[in-house]
């Protein structure tokens, strides 16, 4: 089922979910026999890849933007 070979390693949060937001992650998860985690993991990788606002803030904040190993730019995204 996993779509790498290599287990990323994980790190242990908690956040707190509108009920309608919290339970299509634990149907999903019963319909693939697998856990809510890795349904969360999943959606929020794929939400993240297709936000194109985000993916070209991420790219500027990693690519041209640093300077001796740190960053100049905000921490949170404009609106242009």
Avoid: H
């Avoid at 297709?50 to 790219?59: F, L």
């Amino acid at each position: 089922m996993p779509f790498s070979k290599k287990i990323p390693e994980t790190v242990a949060r908690s956040v707190r979910l509108e009920r309608p937001s919290s339970e299509p992650p634990d149907e999903y998860s019963r319909f693939l026999a697998c856990t809510t985690s890795y349904v969360s993991n999943l959606a929020l990788r794929n939400s993240f890849a297709r936000d194109p606002e985000c993916t070209r803030w991420k790219a500027a904040r990693t690519g041209s933007g640093s300077r001796n190993g740190t960053t100049t730019s905000a921490a949170t995204p404009s609106k242009t």
